[in-house]
């Protein structure tokens, strides 16, 4: 899977040392329904502030909810501020381990369809899938990708991460990219400097596995509905 060069991946971890306060960039924060038992599941992960970049590190966490309402990444990123730095995600309301039964990510694209698609020196992995957590990073070949436009109506592919729910209980988790336990999301600008990433339009990712007989009814439901038209 990783076909980048060692340069290019040094290069990537030494312009993501330093972080920059000035800009921000937003993964647009979405509610994903997942089929139970499944592998080979893609979800997209959209991104969005219209800023210049030249690589990223994508670090992604899957944990567990046991109730709703957690503090998420920081908070809203909404339409359009630029907030402060994001605090760390409370722990107290969260079920997420390497000995639990997790759903797990198979596959990470960044370079398919993505910003990066054609402009790239392939994939680095820090660690790679299967796993509830991974870190992919890539660089640009040359110049600058944008990271869509400022708003999210302009958002673009950031990647597609592929997930299995096999022998997952149903449940709602968590798709964390900020305080993983491979470190945090970060793109690297032209000046050396890393772009903080925030949650964008929500408080955070978030994947539902329903029961299986939910998902049936579910069906049910929609077929009924279509008899009607």
Not at 160 to 183: A, M, N
């Amino acid at each position: 899977m990783s076909n980048g060069t060692g340069f290019a991946a040094g290069l990537l971890a030494a312009l993501l040392m330093v972080t920059s306060a000035g800009a921000a960039i937003f993964i647009e924060a979405k509610e994903y329904v997942l089929e139970p038992a499944t592998a080979d599941q893609v979800i997209p992960l959209y991104v969005y502030g219209g800023e210049a970049v030249i690589g990223v590190t994508l670090a992604l966490e899957i944990e567990a909810l046991i109730q709703s309402g957690g503090s998420g990444g920081g908070g809203s990123g909404g339409g359009g501020g630029r907030p402060g730095r994001p605090a760390p995600p409370a722990t107290a309301d969260l079920l997420g381990g390497a000995g639990d039964l997790l759903p797990v990510m198979t596959d990470i694209d960044l370079l398919t369809g993505t910003i990066f698609d054609g402009n790239h020196f392939g994939m680095q992995f820090g660690a790679a899938p299967p796993s509830y957590a991974v870190s992919v990073g890539t660089i640009t070949q040359s110049g600058t990708v944008l990271t869509g436009g400022t708003t999210s109506e302009e958002r673009a592919l950031l990647a597609s991460v592929t997930i299995s729910t096999e022998g997952v209980e149903s449940g709602t988790y968590r798709l964390k990219f900020q305080y993983t336990v491979h470190g945090s999301t970060v793109f690297a600008g032209l000046n050396g400097a890393g772009t903080a990433v925030y949650p964008g339009g929500g408080e955070m990712l978030t994947l539902i596995v329903p029961e299986p007989a939910s998902v049936s009814l579910m069906v049910l439901g929609l077929l009924a509905v279509a008899r009607r038209w």
